[in-house]
């Protein structure tokens, strides 16, 4: 259901917009630069902030809350853990009584096993707690330290284990764009060569930006990198 | 100003796979680039080789991971190589797909493709077949499936050209000969006497000087050692042309599964001495090897071309090659003896040509500028860039095909009215139809699926979701050559 109303929320933003056609939506980049030798790059498929995107948020926000909410009450309900003071302290009580929480509790009831309920609710639980809406990803440039990967995903896993990479600069070898087959299709990606590694660092792994993005980070390092007096700041916004 | 194009070169062989079509597809998609045209090669993945590698001139190349089956040709699944086509096709803007060697899948299917997308597509057939054997019927039928709808055939030499239209019964006017070349600067006669080293067997004196009666001859054999190169005819030659020849050796180089019947002919006839095996040797080695010898054997069965006979007329070495194939049209006769493909005529060419060396009849330090002035690379993509042009309408019928050919009454089917090659599907299928009874209708379901892979594969990944590749800065012709404008 959050599902469903997030994708409907971003297909009216993405009609207001004007500028993307369908409802995935293709990530954006936002570069912030707190200082000269200081730049962050974050690329994500949050849409850019409007109107209808505040007010899809808030009532996703609030059903999140609302579920999250009903779940651990009925999960509460049926193990009985409250005690009578707090069921019927007057403020609880005309919810707990009320028809539509009644039948709630006699769907969720008998003919379903207990342990069966209780491992749905926790699953809702744990989806209304952790649910991402967004992959993001971000790499921050520190000019004279080095650069910092972080990943985080999409999903109800995506929140579990943010990726995070730091390679100092006298480890870096070199920041390059390169082509390779991924899929059907031929991708352009940004790559961190390091010292003494086999293997490259994948900038943006997940969301692979396109080309437009990626040739603009890759200026932004390597001016924030090496470049003296911050060239890539022209480029901000 | 030329038009230039956006071509792309497609091949199951390429390097680093060493082999006469894939030094065909360099140099051309070189020289073609320093006409201003923009050229990337499709190939599929070699070992420790996938992915897209840029070539040292800027010559872009896609590894395409395939799975490789014989002799490094990939597996005939008919569709699946469009996807990833079509998305390299559109992010590097291509306007032409150049095709090469005809027992590449990957070609065939590629032109498939290109037409489906409304591409210009041109075929390069580097070899000949026969018409008789299993295999032959079936590459000829691939073939005929594959250029009933191509714009453009190119053939190597004119027995080339007699072979592929027969065999994918096409209109001779649709097939151009345009001959392979040789980089001439790369194959210089041997000059300095320091320059081999004693301890082996080679040329002394070099051949600038008289050969005496009593000097060694070196007969030189640079192949891969295969069937269809005729290696079982040299196994037979060499100990009948060592008997009659005293002061004679031979230098061999190549590998191949013939290789160990020649080691054991070298056995059985106590050759070790007089016939020396190199074993496999790079390309760039192969000027050090011909400049040891004299006289250059090239003994195969079949040859479209045989560019390796030039590169050794280059070198200043008489040539005595079997009458197969195009052989006879690339060189002329002063500097080959030709025998019949059969051992008894191949040990009479090869004493003719010995005993003409040793009467110092013939000029080979002469041959090296005459073979530069017949071939260069240069040529061949000045004359490619012409069928390029008339198959894109940039120069007219008449001047392509020639002025009878575009008169209506003579005028062919399978083009259409406008000199090229309708792309509507209802033209396209009729051109598949006559295929064959079963096979046209056959070939017409594998258009049509094509055709509805296409339309899923614009839905599934529009045009607008593919990063369009950066251009490197053309090159400028300058037709004038004028020394000192740049």
């Given at each position: 259901m959050a599902v469903i109303g997030w994708a409907k929320s971003g297909l009216i933003a993405n009609n207001l917009d004007h500028r993307r056609q369908n409802a995935h939506h293709p990530p954006h980049l936002y570069i912030r630069r707190p200082s000269p030798t200081t730049a962050e790059y974050t690329v994500t498929t949050r849409p850019p902030p409007s109107l209808t995107l505040r007010l899809a948020l808030v009532s996703l926000t609030t059903l999140r809350l609302v579920l999250f909410l009903v779940a651990l009450l009925l999960l509460t309900t049926h193990l009985s853990l409250l005690p009578r003071p707090v069921t019927q302290h007057p403020y609880l009580h005309p919810l707990l009584a009320s028809p539509p929480y009644q039948a709630l509790v006699r769907l969720t009831g008998p003919p379903l096993p207990a342990w069966a309920f209780a491992a749905a609710a926790c699953a809702v639980l744990y989806v209304c707690f952790a649910w991402q809406l967004h992959t993001t990803e971000r790499l921050l440039v520190l000019r004279g330290l080095g650069i910092q990967t972080s990943t985080t995903g999409e999903g109800v896993w995506g929140s579990w284990r943010p990726a995070t990479r730091f390679i100092p600069t006298e480890k870096i070898r070199d920041v390059l764009i390169n082509e390779a087959f991924r899929g059907f299709e031929v991708r352009y990606y940004l790559v961190v060569l390091v010292e003494g590694e086999e293997e490259v660092v994948v900038v943006f792994p997940r969301l692979l930006p396109r080309r437009r993005i990626v040739e603009a980070v890759w200026r932004g390092v390597r001016g924030c990198l090496y470049e003296q007096g911050g060239e890539g700041r022209g480029e901000k916004g | 100003m030329a038009p230039t194009y956006n071509i792309a070169m497609v091949s199951d062989f390429f390097f680093p796979q060493p082999g006469g079509v894939e030094s065909h597809i360099y140099q051309l998609s070189s020289k073609l680039m320093d006409r201003g045209h923009k050229v990337i090669i499709i190939t599929h993945a070699y070992d420790g080789r996938t992915g897209v590698r840029y070539l040292t001139n800027g010559l872009k190349v896609y590894h395409v991971p395939f799975l490789v089956i014989y002799r490094s040709t990939t597996f005939?699944?008919?569709?699946?190589?469009f996807p990833m086509f079509r998305n390299i096709v559109l992010r590097e803007r291509i306007d032409i797909v150049h095709g090469h060697a005809s027992l590449s899948n990957l070609c065939h299917e590629a032109i498939l493709h290109a037409r489906t997308m409304g591409l210009r597509t041109v075929f390069t057939d580097h070899s000949l077949f026969g018409f008789a054997d299993a295999a032959s019927i079936l590459t000829n039928k691939l073939l005929k499936f594959s250029l009933s709808d191509v714009d453009h055939v190119i053939c190597v030499s004119h027995t080339c050209k007699e072979n592929t239209v027969l065999r994918a019964s096409l209109d001779p006017l649709m097939v151009s000969v345009i001959p392979n070349a040789v980089v001439a600067e790369n194959f210089k006669p041997y000059r300095n006497p320091g320059e081999i080293p004693k301890e082996t067997f080679g040329q002394d004196p070099c051949p600038a000087r008289p050969l005496g009666p009593h000097d060694t001859i070196t007969i030189v054999v640079i192949s891969r050692l295969f069937y269809n190169k005729g290696t079982d005819l040299l196994t037979a030659a060499i100990p009948r042309i060592l008997e009659n020849h005293p002061n004679t050796r031979f230098i061999i180089a190549g590998s191949g599964p013939k290789a160990i019947d020649l080691e054991q002919m070298i056995e059985q006839n106590v050759l070790q001495d007089r016939v020396e095996m190199l074993g496999p040797i790079r390309h760039e080695e192969v000027r050090d090897v011909m400049v040891r010898g004299h006289i250059y054997l090239h003994p195969s069965l079949?040859?479209?071309?045989?560019?390796v006979i030039v590169e050794a007329a280059s070198c200043g070495l008489y040539v005595v090659c079997t009458q197969v194939g195009g052989i006879p049209e690339v060189l002329p006769s002063h500097m080959t003896v030709f025998a019949k493909p059969e051992e008894d005529d191949l040990v009479v060419a090869t004493g003719k040509a010995i005993a003409a060396l040793r009467a110092n009849k013939v000029r080979t330090e002469l041959f090296h500028e005459q073979v530069k002035s017949m071939y260069s690379w240069t040529n061949v993509a000045i004359r490619t860039e012409r069928v390029y042009n008339g198959i894109s309408g940039a120069i007219s019928e008449a001047e392509f095909y020639g002025y009878d050919a575009s008169d209506p009454a003579t005028w062919s089917a399978t083009r259409g009215r406008s000199g090229v090659q309708s792309f509507a599907l209802i033209d396209r299928l009729k051109r598949y139809y006559g295929c064959g009874i079963w096979a046209g209708k056959l070939f017409c379901m594998c258009v049509i699926v094509d055709y509805l892979i296409f339309l899923v594969l614009e839905l599934w990944f529009p045009r607008d979701k593919i990063d369009i590749c950066p251009d490197w800065p053309r090159k400028t012709v300058d037709e004038r050559r004028e020394p000192g404008v740049r």
């Open positions: - | 005939p699944t008919v569709f699946s190589f079949t040859e479209a071309f045989g560019t």
